[in-house]
């Protein structure tokens, strides 16, 4: 007999579930930290350690149905690897549920997006990702929030918890009026406003939130492939998830490369998984 190892609680049959989580072991374009292929193996392992009942939220994961489907065969070529995440989003999509992407490397996040019709879009990094190509590549993990512009209006796009960028990357987003907040700015008008003002500029209730585990201080998540120092904090990552999901369509956490700290950082990862259900089910 053997087990497939599936994210904790994630026991429900696809037709059954209203949340669908995936792997997607692809970190090609990796500049700095390769390791993020190794991420969705470590937030299974890492999913056990919690309880299935979120007092935050009164709710038990036992029964809210949802699946894990393994993770995606990519390819050692980004196009063809974004080109499958893009379809196995799109059928998630299609039946009504909820894609949860475990990456893998940023640059997953734009055919998750493409899946979509009409989407407002908040990425949490300490990048702006926002450079028109990166090592020859324009499908680098440092150009997604750039493709996603191009994908979406600007006014459907807002960042949070931005420390870093190329001065190109500031010129592009001043010039085109992208919103982003700063962490600096998370930390002055406090996370409660900031996720006030993004809902509003967004306008819209179907939400696409793409978590890139560097926007968190790597003194809570080392094991990033790029970290940048005076980060959010865990918690206001959390307040974020909670107060977004009730209109997320679709989530993923990205860029978390597990070999780079103890283990804290794919826990940490697992366990915003897991309050995105909940906080989701709660606010249906
Ligand atoms: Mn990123
Ligand atoms: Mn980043």
Known sequence: M?????FADADAGYNDSEFVIFGAPFDGTSCFRPG?????????????????YSSEHDVDLCEVPFCDLGDIEVSTNVDETLALVRLAVEKIVRDN???????????LTYPCIQAFDD??????DAHLDQRDEYGGSKQSHACVSRRILE?????????????????????????NRVRFYTSEQVQSKGIDMVVQEALDYLGTDR???????????PAYAPAAGTPEP????????????KNIASRA????????APNYDHGQTALLGAKLIREFIAAKKRGE
């Open 2 to 6: 053997f087990i497939r190892p599936v």
């Open 36 to 52: 993020a292929r190794l991420a969705p193996a470590a937030m299974r392992a890492a999913s056990y350690n919690f309880e299935t």
């Open 97 to 107: 549920k909820v894609p949860i992407m475990m990456g893998g490397e940023h640059a």
């Open 119 to 124: 989407v407002g879009v908040m990425v949490l």
């Open 151 to 175: 994908e979406c209006r600007v006014e459907n796009y807002v960042s949070i918890g931005v420390r870093s960028g190329a001065k190109e990357e500031y010129d592009f987003a001043r010039q």
């Open 207 to 217: 939400i696409y939130l793409s978590i890139d585990i560097d926007v968190i201080d």
């Open 230 to 241: 005076f980060g959010m904090s865990p918690s206001d990552v959390r307040f974020v998830i």
């Open 249 to 256: 369509v679709g989530f993923d956490m990205v860029e978390i």
